[in-house]
C-alpha cells in the first residue's frame, strides 16, 4: 500500500492509499478519483513528504552551522597564530604595554580572566575575545 497526498484544483488536500502506483494513474485516468469538497476529478499527487521528524532536521542544521563556525574559528585561529606574538597568561599586562607605551607590536594574543579584559575594555584598550577551538577534536 501507499499513501499518497491528494491536491484538487480547488485546494482541498486529502490522503488516500493505493495498492500501487499505478493504481492511482489507472483510476485517475478513470475518473474515479474525486474530490471530498467539490467533486472535481482533476486531482493531483503532491509530492509525499519524507518521513524526517521536524527535530532531526533542527539538528542536522544546527551540527551544519556549527561546522561552518568552527572551520572559520579554525581559520582565524590560524591567522591569529602567524600574525600575532603569544603572550600567555601575561596578556593584560602586555597589552597595557602596547597602549600606553606606544610601543609597535604585531598584536598580540594570550589569556585574560574575564575581569581583565572588562578591565582592558575600561582603560580604552581594544580587546577582543573569541572562542578558542581545538583542531584536532572531531
Ligand atoms: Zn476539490
Redesign the pocket.
Known amino acids: 500500500m501507499i499513501k499518497y497526498n491528494l491536491t ?5 488536500t486529502f490522503e488516500s492509499w493505493f495498492s500501487t502506483s499505478n493504481e492511482f494513474d489507472k483510476l485517475r485516468r478513470k475518473r474515479l478519483i474525486t ?6 476529478t ?2 493531483k499527487k503532491s509530492i509525499m513528504a519524507p518521513n524526517v521528524s521536524s527535530t532531526t532536521k533542527k539538528n542536522y542544521k544546527i551540527d551544519k552551522n556549527a561546522k561552518d563556525v568552527k572551520k572559520k574559528l579554525v581559520e582565524f585561529k590560524k591567522f591569529v597564530e602567524k600574525n600575532f606574538k603569544y603572550v600567555g597568561d601575561r596578556f593584560a599586562e602586555e597589552a597595557r604595554n602596547i597602549h600606553y607605551d606606544k610601543k609597535k607590536s604585531k598584536g598580540i594574543y594570550g589569556k585574560a580572566t574575564s575581569k581583565q579584559t572588562a578591565e582592558l575594555i575600561d582603560e580604552g584598550i581594544e580587546v577582543s575575545t573569541m572562542p578558542w577551538v581545538d583542531e584536532t577534536e572531531n
Open positions: 484538487c484544483e480547488c485546494g482541498e474530490c471530498v469538497v467539490c467533486n472535481s482533476s486531482i
